[in-house]
């Protein structure tokens, strides 16, 4: 069993910087590709941005591409989403999950594991 716990999330103005952070309890974390989700008030879950096992590839939804960074540590067994620029709408609570896969993970459906969500809001 795999637990993931974020971190990181809080009140901030448009245009400013958050980082949050998963940490993984898993002793493969390296056996685990990593995503993170958001899902807004009164929408579905999206896709904001993964991490392949070695941190090599990475690949963002759009609305986030050239605004956030998804990053991992296999030596301390963590995730981190570095975002910048934040706008209203990234106003969201902020999930990471995880999946025992070499490939990317882009879908919701893929995830295997869930962290209990932080929540990131952005006031205009």
């Known amino acids: 069993q795999v637990q993931l716990v974020e971190s990181g999330g809080g009140l901030v103005q448009a245009g400013d910087s958050l980082r949050l952070s998963c940490a993984a309890s898993?002793?493969?974390?390296?056996?685990?590709?990593m995503a993170w989700f958001r899902q807004a008030p009164g929408k579905e879950r999206e896709f904001v941005a993964a991490?392949?096992?070695?941190?090599?590839?990475?690949t963002y939804a759009d609305s986030v591409q050239g605004r956030f960074t998804i990053s991992r540590d296999n030596a301390k067994n963590t995730l981190a989403l570095q975002m910048n620029s934040l706008k209203p709408e990234d106003t969201a609570v902020y999930y990471c999950?995880?999946?025992?896969?070499?490939?990317?993970?882009?879908?919701?459906?893929?995830?295997?594991?869930w962290g209990q969500g932080t929540q990131v809001t952005v006031s205009s």
């Open positions: 999950g995880a999946r025992r896969s070499i490939a990317l993970i882009t879908s919701d459906a893929a995830i295997e594991y």
């Open positions: 898993a002793r493969t974390f390296t056996s685990l590709s």
């Open positions: 991490i392949n096992l070695t941190g090599g590839r990475t």
